[in-house]
């Protein structure tokens, strides 16, 4: 996949101006990213999954090439509604599958347990679904954000790929963590990644995790055995929590599962997905 990701079409929402693109032909499957990254994580998953769906890939709100600005509403209860409310409906995807990653992960859950949005399957990649979920480099910037805002730009952007060097179990490459790392620079960059992070919110979970067991449709964990942000214990929690889901634990791979093994979540994700329009159809 080239390195320059870039997303072709331009959507404008309540909330603000998403980017997005589509990648292939037949039945809608959406893809959404976590935080501090964009939807230049599933590059390589997107190609794969492309040769049997619709692919839409997007940035949220507030990341990546979707409109970034002070002001916005980019907290997960303001994503899912704009997912479930309008991008769903404005795309006009009949009962697409999902693959959510990290807060991608609680947007989707969000989306389908209390906004309502029909959702054939669902695939969850190292992703925010049980307290507690915020790791503690982001507890400590929450508690400390007057001493973050004043820090310099380049000690702030220090702290920042500092945190995304722990996202992946093998050295991610310099031309990855530069493209992450890219739209938090500078002082803009900095402000809006704090201000991101000041809106994360574990209530936002709370309010649909004794919902989970009421998941009937098909779900997929997929987690790296060596995610230093979010436990492999909680996969496994979650699995037990969603009656009828699997759960895929990928060895000598971290929390950014899409950079440490992505042949195997594309496979994993392929397989799935095809499963569930196959069991459908049949």
């Known amino acids: 996949m080239p390195e320059d990701w870039n997303l072709r079409r331009r959507v404008t929402l309540s909330g ?4 997005y693109d589509v990648l292939g032909f037949g039945p809608p499957l959406l893809l959404v990213h976590g935080t501090p990254t964009r939807s230049y994580i599933w590059r390589d998953v997107a190609l794969r999954l492309a040769d049997r769906f619709s692919v839409y890939a997007f940035d949220l ?3 990546g090439q979707s409109e970034r600005r002070d002001g916005l509403d980019v907290s997960i209860p303001a994503q899912a509604r704009l997912l479930a409310a309008e991008l769903v409906e404005t795309l006009d995807l009949d009962t697409p599958s999902i693959a959510g990653h990290d807060i991608g992960g609680a947007i989707a859950l969000r ?7 029909p959702f054939d399957c669902i695939a969850l990649l190292d992703s925010v679904a049980l307290r507690p979920w915020i790791t503690p480099p982001t507890r400590h910037l929450k508690a400390y954000r007057e001493s973050y805002e004043t820090m310099p730009t380049e000690g702030f952007e220090a702290v920042v790929a500092s945190h995304l060097r722990t996202a992946t179990h093998r050295p991610m490459d310099e031309t990855t963590q530069a493209t992450y790392l890219d739209q938090w620079k500078g002082a803009s960059g900095q402000s809006l990644y704090l201000k991101n992070a000041a809106q994360l919110d574990e209530n936002d979970t709370a309010d649909f995790e004794p919902m989970l067991p009421s998941i009937t449709v098909p779900v997929r964990i997929v987690w790296g055995e060596n995610d230093a942000w979010l436990s492999p214990s909680i996969a ?6 969603i009656p009828g889901s699997d759960l895929v634990l990928l060895p000598d791979t971290g ?3 899409t950079e440490d093994s992505p042949r195997e979540v594309a496979a994993t994700l392929f397989d799935f997905f095809s499963k569930c329009k196959d069991a459908e159809t049949g």
Request: charged content about 20%; hydrophobic content about 45%; aromatic content about 8%.
């Open 16 to 19: 603000g101006e998403i980017a």
């Open 61 to 63: 709100l507030g990341f």
């Open 111 to 117: 989306s389908h347990l209390l906004e309502g949005v």
């Open 236 to 241: 496994k929690r979650l699995h037990k929590t």
């Open 255 to 257: 929390h950014f599962a």
